[in-house]
């Protein structure tokens, strides 16, 4: 069986071989110097890139690759040491990242990659940019002396999809790392792993912004246009189809504060919107029209806003019976409630990110006390809603692409 | 409802090609209006969409401000504006696979102005006298009859303007060389009636003929279906034309574009290539970010209109379809002619769900 190598380097080569050499390859320890020389390397060629000026997502990357991101974060790995465990690399890790966000294949692989495991990461056989960009990024980098050992612990691949590579991998591979949807969970999860292998699955989410109403009818001018361009990159890079994009937008406050908020943010967001030149495509744009029209038969809609091509919202007078369902390219539901905690009713499994602004600390963890792991799996500032972070969908992820081997003596 | 029955039928009978489009526009505005009222009244989903969406009951000045409803929504939900035990019929689209079909409830009323609509439009092309009929399909299409694909419910409408329907396909979209032969010895020598899927014309018909010599200058072709699969081929209407008349004689050629949630609406190819709506249809184009009217030389979305259907709420549609007009009240036909681009291109999915699916599908 064959396959299309992207890296470390294009070429057809056979998969056993691939994987013969993955498996074979000197383990790395977690966090060893020259996977963080590496990471530096790709960080600074990233952030100087013309491309990032143009994917904005590869600059997030950047920064999240800088050298004193991952020091730090080694740092925070060290503190979590004990004496009687030592953490090892899980070993050969299958990553199947989701084809069109295109930047999640590279952190998934990093914070594996950073855990001293070998990666195979499967990437759609129908290309983009970005993604070709990245390959090339790595590929070059990987070339230079002192990275063999690095280079021998990664292969992206390209392939549609194929059971039997998926089948062939998995059997071979210590954890599986799936991307939904929630099709694609089901899909992959029917093509066994080795006995003693384990998925670490990311289903579909949703998410929602909370904002603090009354901070926002009172925002001045300059702090209102950071807003806006805070919401605009949370809703807009991945034509707003980003699991944690939000889709729902919550006031917090009371109706009158809600209704003079509102009036400032949605044209101070529709205005940036149409000063980046957002257009999303025209079947996105029927399709999020017709998606309004099903959202009001089988919803609670009862009124909707325009601000420009690209921004409808969708006036709730509930949240009982909003199903969690999208179209992406720029659509909110838009609630009020009174304090933050009475979401706690609304809130299931499905809700992944809370991203806010203008409302306390304490209001957030009171949230996340009353759910008690119900759903929402991370709070994070507006603005943030799409950065990757180590903990993710509930979980630790340094501590999954690890082994903790207990020495007791 | 019978004011309005009176009003429909009015307009139904009007010069089908004949009113200049501001006359026009003000008789099809004030059926669209009391169309909008009626489903309002009767279909609490369509009330509720005009509701929240609509601008609830207001007067409607212009064609541009009656509401439409996107056309997928029959995909998913059931729009009717009757009781359950007064339909008739139940259409449903071919669809492509793995997609829900539109359903679209008739009521003996509709139905009728359907057929009448139709039978308005054909005639002009074919005279009032039902010809012979070719049918570029295989008769197994009409087997159920309670529940008609669009292609079935295409053919079986085409039927009621033909005589003696000679099926020409077998079950496995072969040419049946020897009906094709016995029907053009019988009725060849004097004008009959083809009629055939556009893509079917061509890759079964046509693709069968090349080089054989069959003689169909006597032959109407009607046809319609889409242009998404010729497309590919590199084939447009006027290479359609071109070289179905240089192989088989065949001149007279009408392509016409209609959908299923707007049956007996179609717009006729006129004999400049374009399409033009009838007295009791028409279009707007719009903008497909803005969605606001656009000016005839400019593409954009097609919204189709039509003074047809009481039964369910599909006076307004807002399509999945490109065109623009081209120009208006010129030419032997009045109103505006269009040109259909075709279907809006699917985007590529993007974001973290489903890829799987959408990489299946694609």
């Known amino acids: 069986m064959n396959v ?42 990233l952030l100087n890139d013309p491309v990032s000026r143009v994917h904005p997502e590869l600059m997030t990357l950047g920064f999240f690759m800088r050298k004193t991101e991952l020091v730090r974060m080694k740092r925070e790995f060290e503190t979590t040491a004990r004496p009687d465990v030592l953490r090892v690399p899980q070993g050969l890790v299958f990553h199947l990242p989701p084809a069109n966000v295109d930047t999640i294949f590279m952190y998934s692989w990093l914070l594996s990659v950073l855990a001293g495991n070998a990666n195979v990461v499967r990437l759609s056989s129908r290309g983009s940019p970005v993604v070709d960009h990245l390959c090339d990024v790595l590929s070059d980098l990987l070339a230079r002396p002192g990275l063999e050992s690095v280079r021998d612990r990664v292969a992206m691949i390209e392939y549609g999809h194929d059971d039997a590579i998926t089948g062939a991998i998995s059997a071979r591979a210590a954890l599986r790392v799936i991307w939904g949807g929630d099709a694609t969970v089901d899909a992959i999860r029917r093509v066994p792993l080795a006995p003693s292998g384990r998925d ?67 044209p101070a967001l529709a205005a940036v919107v149409a000063r980046r030149g957002y257009r999303p495509e025209v079947s996105t744009r029927l399709g999020r029209e017709l998606f309004i029209y099903r959202a009001v038969l089988d919803g609670p809609v009862v009124s909707r806003t325009d601000y420009g091509p690209a921004l409808a919202v969708l006036r709730v007078d509930r949240l009982e019976g909003l199903r969690r369902e999208h179209p992406g390219g720029g659509l909110l539901f838009e ?75 | 409802m019978s004011d309005l029955a009176t009003q429909l039928d009015d307009l139904l009978e009007a010069p089908l090609y004949g009113l200049p489009q501001a006359d026009k526009a003000v008789r099809l505005t004030r059926a669209l209006a009391a169309l909008t009222a009626h489903h309002r009244a009767a279909c609490p989903a369509y009330r509720r969409l005009t509701d929240v969406l609509g601008g609830g009951a207001r ?118 060389r020897a009906a094709l032969d016995g029907f053009l010895a019988k009725h060849g020598g004097t004008p009959f009636l083809i009629f055939g899927f556009t893509f079917m014309v061509w890759a079964y018909l046509y693709g069968a003929i090349v080089g054989a010599g069959v003689d169909l200058s006597n032959g109407i072709l009607i046809h319609s279906g889409g242009w998404k699969q010729l497309v590919e081929r590199a084939v447009d209407n006027p290479t359609f034309k071109q070289r179905l008349g240089a192989e088989t004689g065949l001149r007279r050629i009408y392509n016409f574009y209609g959908m299923v949630e707007q049956v007996g609406s179609v717009y006729l190819e006129g004999d400049d290539g374009l399409l033009y709506p009838p007295a009791f249809a028409d279009v707007i184009i719009r903008d497909p970010m803005t969605f606001a009217e656009v000016p005839p030389g400019t593409a954009g979305v097609v919204q189709a209109v039509s003074a047809l259907p009481t039964s369910y709420p599909g006076h307004s549609v807002l399509t999945d379809d490109l065109g623009v007009i081209e120009h208006v009240d010129q030419g032997d036909r009045l109103g505006k002619a269009i040109r259909i681009i075709g279907r809006v291109p699917r985007a590529e999915l993007r974001g973290c769900s489903d890829t799987h699916a959408a990489e299946a599908d694609a």
């Open chain 1, 4 to 45: 299309v190598m992207r890296v470390p380097a294009r070429g057809v080569q056979s998969l056993a071989a691939i994987l013969d050499g993955l498996i074979g390859a000197p383990r790395g320890e977690p966090f060893s110097e020259d996977i963080l020389e590496l990471c530096h390397e790709f960080a600074t060629r």
């Open chain 1, 200 to 266: 670490l699955a990311f289903a579909d989410r949703w998410s929602l912004v909370a904002l603090g109403a009354k901070t926002i009818a009172w925002l001045e001018e300059t702090a209102l246009a950071t807003l806006a361009e805070q919401l605009y990159n949370d809703l807009y890079w991945f034509d707003q189809l980003g699991c944690s994009s939000p889709r729902l937008a919550v006031w917090v406050g009371d109706a009158e504060s809600a209704a003079l908020a509102r009036e400032r943010l949605w």
């Open chain 1, 335 to 409: 609630a009020v409630a009174p304090s933050l905690v009475s979401l706690e009713r609304w809130v299931d499994r499905k809700d992944q990110t809370l991203t806010y602004v203008g409302l306390p600390r304490h209001e957030l963890v009171g949230l996340a006390e009353r759910l008690a792991g119900r759903g929402i799996d991370r709070i994070v500032p507006v603005g943030q809603a799409l950065s990757m972070a180590r903990f993710w969908d509930g979980l630790d992820l340094t501590a999954q692409f690890v082994r903790h081997v207990h020495i007791v003596g």
């Open chain 2, 59 to 176: 007067p409607l000045a212009t064609l541009a401000e009656v509401p439409w409803i996107p056309v997928g929504l029959w995909k998913s939900h059931r729009l009717i504006s009757i009781a359950d035990d007064a339909i008739s019929t139940t259409l449903t689209s071919s669809g492509t696979t793995g997609q829900a079909p539109s359903r679209i409830y008739l009521d003996k009323d509709t139905a009728r102005r359907q057929s009448r609509a139709l039978a308005r439009i054909m005639t002009h092309v074919l005279g009032p006298k039902r010809l012979p009929m070719l049918v570029v399909d295989t008769r197994g299409l009409l087997q159920d009859r309670h529940a008609f694909s669009a292609r079935g419910a295409g053919v079986l409408g085409m039927m009621t303007f033909g005589a003696q329907p000679t099926f020409v396909l077998d079950e496995h979209m072969q040419l049946d």
